[in-house]
């Protein structure tokens, strides 16, 4: 490949052989000496990289799957101009997998005594914290013959949060929502443990509701409304041993186990109920308590973005000693975890009946739907022998979610994307039944 420019000359510089310059020393004086000089005196004149400051701003936070932005201020303020190259290093799952991160490399020019601002686009890969590495500067003089280099340290975090995708279902379970709690013309009678109101009875109405008190004061028959509770407690909890680890098709069960905890999040919030949230394997990993029905959703938000699965079997009795610490009234105990036969026989049953005594518990499990897909494989041996294996598979699951249901848990077990609307339906269902 050709060299040009000041990539020939330094070739020409550091690479003549030794026999041609033997011969005549003045020769080599009048070619390389003249260049020797524009090299240290370009070099001389390139402005300092040691003397540059830096400061920062810009997104801190942005959802799994959008783009952030993060300005960087170059200060110069030595009395040359700085003519540079500057790279602003990030963690390669800060890019988009295949992207050049040419955004990560831009031209410089900056007076002496001035500033200039430049841009990073980010487009995040992975949850959690995003960190910048380091601010690389090359700083040519102005015949672009030398360079001085240097990096600096510049702070910052973007924190990348869950994408929340489930949030496409709210407004629906909040339609729902309003229907229970009467605040639309279609009034869910006989249902909820509040008393709402009264009204004249219809044909249809459960005679049960009849208030015949207040139908010996008036001509017609009067019946109660009913709302569901307010001021409930819920308490999701997040297994991260390893069984969340798993993935789903490109997502990791616990990404799938977090889109459902924020919907039920935001909507028992919006129902005027308590939200906390617990996340355990063998020691607490996470927890958000106490906070008001405006703050709950971002905060829980903000502790599962730096979440990861940890490759440990989940001690069954320190999360349920943890939970019970953490919800010592009646509550309603959201348990995300899955439905392998060993770990919820050995592990979950055992102390179950502890949590049950207490609370109204609901185990929400991830459900591989490629499982169901090689249930449907037939024409081939090797189709019977897949579809063998995941008929296997679904029984025991189905006998481990039976046994749970014997000790009156609610279990909903769905797919990725139907876990989220199934677990807010449950709550629902449980909400409308009064059994929070």
Not at 33 to 52: N, Q
Not at 114 to 143: I, K, M
Not at 242 to 252: I, M
């Amino acid at each position: 490949m050709a060299l040009t420019g000041r990539t020939a000359l330094l070739a020409a510089l550091g690479s003549l052989p030794v026999g041609v310059l033997a011969p005549s020393w003045a020769g080599m004086l009048a070619v390389n000496a003249p260049l020797s000089l524009a090299i240290l005196c370009d070099y001389a004149m390139a402005a300092p990289v040691r003397t540059l400051q830096f400061t920062r701003s810009g997104d801190t936070t942005v959802r799994l799957g959008d783009g952030a932005e993060v300005q960087l201020t170059v200060t110069n303020p030595s009395r040359r101009r700085l003519r540079a190259q500057l790279r602003d290093a990030w963690p390669p799952s800060s890019w988009l997998p295949g992207s050049d991160q040419t955004e990560s490399r831009q031209k410089l020019t900056v007076p002496a005594g001035e500033r200039r601002r430049l841009t990073t686009s980010l487009r995040p890969t992975r949850r959690g914290d995003r960190h910048a590495a380091r601010v690389t500067v090359r700083s040519y003089g102005p015949l672009g013959l030398a360079a001085r280099q240097g990096n600096h340290t510049v702070p910052w975090t973007l924190r990348v949060l869950p994408p929340f995708t489930s949030r496409k279902h709210l407004p629906s379970r909040l339609a729902r929502l309003r229907e229970l709690d009467g605040r639309t013309s279609v009034l869910t009678r006989g249902e909820g443990t509040e008393f709402d109101s009264l009204r004249e009875y219809v044909p249809g109405d459960d005679t049960r509701s009849i208030d015949w008190r207040a139908t010996a004061r008036q001509t017609t028959v009067a019946v109660r409304t009913w709302r569901p509770e307010r001021d409930r407690h819920i308490l999701i909890v997040l297994d991260t041993g390893r069984t969340s680890a798993g993935r789903v098709g490109d997502v990791p069960r616990l990404d799938a186990a977090m889109d459902a905890a924020l919907l039920v999040t935001a909507l028992a919030s919006r129902a005027g109920d308590r939200v906390d949230l617990l996340a355990y394997d063998r020691r607490l990993r996470a927890q958000v308590q106490g906070r008001s029905a405006g703050d709950v959703l971002p905060a829980v938000v903000h502790a599962l973005a730096p979440l990861e699965p940890e490759l440990v079997e989940t001690d069954a009795r320190g999360l349920a000693a943890t939970a019970l610490a953490t919800a010592p009234r009646r509550s309603l105990l959201v348990l995300l975890t899955g439905l392998d036969a060993a770990p919820i026989e050995e592990g979950l049953l055992p102390v179950l009946p502890q949590l049950t005594q207490r609370h109204t518990v609901l185990v929400a499990s991830v459900a591989d739907p490629h499982t169901d897909r090689m249930a449907a494989h037939r024409g081939t041996i090797e189709g019977i022998y897949e579809a063998a294996a995941a008929t296997q598979a679904q029984a025991q699951r189905h006998r481990t979610a039976d046994q749970l249901r014997r000790h009156g848990v609610t279990v909903v077990d769905a797919t990725p994307e139907n876990l989220a609307p199934a677990l807010a339906d449950a709550y629902l269902a449980l909400k409308a039944a009064g059994r929070l």
